[in-house]
């Protein structure tokens, strides 16, 4: 069953450095999602790609936070400089609309620690 | 604004026992609902779906989700729970627009 892949699985970085997070949505699936999940919270969207556009970043912390999505295909999401605040699990997710409806299909997630 | 309400933070059951885990959204019409499990330090899964039709719907490993609109619910059943059951579990909603919302989850916890 195709999955939906992120890397790396655990980053812990210290406060103003860079961190860089990879998606790669299953293959086929036009819409990709980043979220930011705080511990003991309900995932939160960061920004969502129509194939290579941005489709929605309101809720995209921009002036530390980017995310790319250049050939329509894998994504990735950077964050400088970090802040202690920037500790969460950051999910990627992905999906094909169908007449049906759009059902998003998650990684295993990135779990970012800030020291 | 859309909201979705998981009103029990923590669920204790016992292995064996039945499971109902409640869900509610605010949305003027009939969205598209979701459950998804999470199991510590993983990503979401996807248990069931509803988009249309028939109220009740079967999702993965044992579990199904009954869809009231009367009640603006959507809750989450299964009638008996599996010490691997224990994880936690996110109800969502699409409005209709490809973006979910999600409620802040319930963390069961089974006893042996």
């Known amino acids: 069953e195709a999955e939906v892949a992120q890397s790396p699985r655990y980053k812990i970085t210290e406060k103003s450095q860079a961190v860089a997070f990879w998606c790669d949505p299953i293959s086929g699936h036009a819409t990709l999602y980043w979220y930011r999940q705080i511990l003991g919270q309900g995932p939160e969207l960061l920004v969502q790609f129509q194939d290579e556009s941005v489709v929605d970043d309101s809720q995209l912390p921009k002036d530390r936070f980017s995310a790319e999505r250049l050939k329509g295909v894998d994504s990735t999401l950077k964050i400088q400089p970090a802040e202690l605040g920037d500790s969460a699990m950051y999910l990627c997710a992905s999906s094909s609309r169908t007449e049906f409806g759009d059902t998003q299909y998650f990684g295993p997630g990135t779990r970012l620690t800030v020291l | 604004a859309q909201s979705v309400t998981q009103p029990d933070i923590h669920i204790t059951v016992s292995e064996g026992a039945s499971l109902e885990l409640r869900c509610n959204y605010s949305y003027g019409a009939t969205p598209y609902l979701f459950w998804y499990v999470q199991s510590p330090g993983q990503g979401l899964q996807l248990l069931l779906k509803y988009f249309s039709g028939d109220t009740l719907v079967q999702g993965i490993k044992g579990f199904e989700a009954e869809f009231k609109r009367s009640q603006s619910s959507f809750n989450l059943r299964k009638p008996s729970v599996h010490w691997s059951d224990a994880a936690e579990y996110f109800c969502?909603?699409?409005?209709?627009?490809?973006?979910?919302?999600f409620g802040t989850g319930t963390r069961l916890k089974v006893l042996a």
């Open positions: 969502a909603v699409d409005s209709g627009t490809y973006k979910y919302i």
